[in-house]
């Protein structure tokens, strides 16, 4: 499904806009290094803070230094990995956490044991920390799509889109579940959320993709090499349709801190910091005729609208 919002943006007919977004700077240090590189050497177009975490304070000393990159906030409302976890600014006594006062692990419990009150003040804290850090904040997204209401039905993108007409911000929603791997029965949920977005003059974009999470066949004599992620990758980058397409990943260092950190795909955490700086991977977007574009456009054309 194709908006009009590339013709909006100035592109040219059928452009193939990209944006490509790094997720989870703030995690840990090894994302931090790894992002704040490819954020300065051009191989990412924008990044997003996950502020509970406990390296946030030097992804935002970052991203406060630098407001020519675009730079949002990754909405938290899950706490993934077994040995590094993180808590709600908040507090602990909300209906965020779980048994052991972290974000749960999982987007199920958030949809089906988290209180709308509670999500808003938390999602409200995130984006005002990094405002009080000095970021300039180009947009918002939502880590593991906690908010989305994929996996129950039961969204939270009432508090989500009133929070970002409030200041100006576009969100990370696709208008289709096209290239997502979501089961494309749900795509009626996010046609409602789109006309929730449209309804509270919010940017969005026409779709949101990734390759998968894991590493194939990790631990085993078929795992993927780097050159298999990569010539992934490209094929993705070629099967880009017209429109904008957030492309997101979690590029990281793979060291010491973050195998301790993490329970598996560490080693794609490196591929993926290895390829958005390969000289192939940045050929194949230019043999494409992929138009790299930023936040900050679809923040520029929101506040514009809302004057």
Known sequence: MISDLADRLGLAPGARAIIINADDFGMCHAANSAIAELLDGGGADSATIMVPCAWSPEALAFAASRTDLDIGVHLVLTSEWRRYRWRPLTGTATTL????????????????????????A?????????????????HLDNHMGSVYGLATGRDFLTPVFA???????PFRLPRSMDGVGVDPELQHLLDRATAAAEAAGVEIIDRLWSHPFELIG??????????????????????????????YLHPMVDDDELR???????????????????????????????????WRDLRDLQRAAAR
């Open 260 to 294: 301790a950190a993490v329970d598996f795909a560490a080693a794609k955490r490196g591929y993926e910091r290895r390829l958005l700086a390969d000289p192939a991977v940045l050929q194949a977007i230019a043999d494409e005729g992929l138009v790299r574009i930023g």
């Open 163 to 169: 929070l970002a007409a409030q200041h100006g911000l």
């Open 122 to 138: 938390e999602i409200t804290a995130q984006l005002q920390a990094a405002l009080d850090a000095g970021v300039d904040v180009t």
């Open 218 to 247: 990790e631990g085993t004599p078929d795992e993927e090499t780097y050159e298999q992620v990569r010539d992934g990758f490209i094929a993705l980058l070629r099967a880009v349709p017209a429109g904008v397409t957030e492309i």
């Open 97 to 120: 956490v779980d048994a052991d006062g972290f974000f749960p692990t999982d987007v199920v419990s958030v949809e089906e044991l988290a209180s709308e009150a509670d999500v808003e």
